[in-house]
């Protein structure tokens, strides 16, 4: 538990609210992660072709490409998970091996960052 979080149980204030706070904190650090790692393809290619270009195409790389390879997984996920009934060890298996395996094909063969993919997956299963 965070600060804020016990500073709003201590206040008492409604559930909703915390929830909103928490996830304009996730979203500023996506932001973050974002800029940090545009700013770094800068630097890596200073001199190098057209900037313009580099950039929008990683900002539409990690924003659109992230969200949607999570998207895919997830849906994949859930189509195994639903072919199974009453097997925890199996639901827990798949759901393990799915969320390392985007990571690891998001981040090692598309370049995508794991901020963005793995939120995506796990939405996918609610």
Do not use: H
Not at 3 to 32: C, H, K, P, R, Y
Not at 87 to 100: G, N, W
């Amino acid at each position: 538990m965070n600060i804020t979080q016990l500073l709003f149980e201590w206040i008492g204030t409604s559930e909703i609210l915390t929830v909103m706070i928490e996830g304009e904190s996730l979203f500023n650090d996506g932001v973050a992660i974002l800029m940090y790692e545009i700013f770094l393809e800068v630097v890596k290619n200073t001199g190098e072709g057209n900037l313009g270009v580099t950039i929008v195409r990683m900002f539409c790389q990690i924003t659109l490409g992230g969200p949607l390879f999570g998207w895919f997984t997830g849906k994949v996920c859930v189509f195994f998970l639903s072919r199974i009934f009453n097997d925890p060890p199996v639901e827990v298996s798949i759901t393990l091996v799915s969320a390392y395996l985007t990571y690891f094909i998001g981040e090692s063969f598309l370049g995508n960052n794991e901020t963005y993919s793995l939120p995506s997956s796990a939405q996918c299963g609610q």
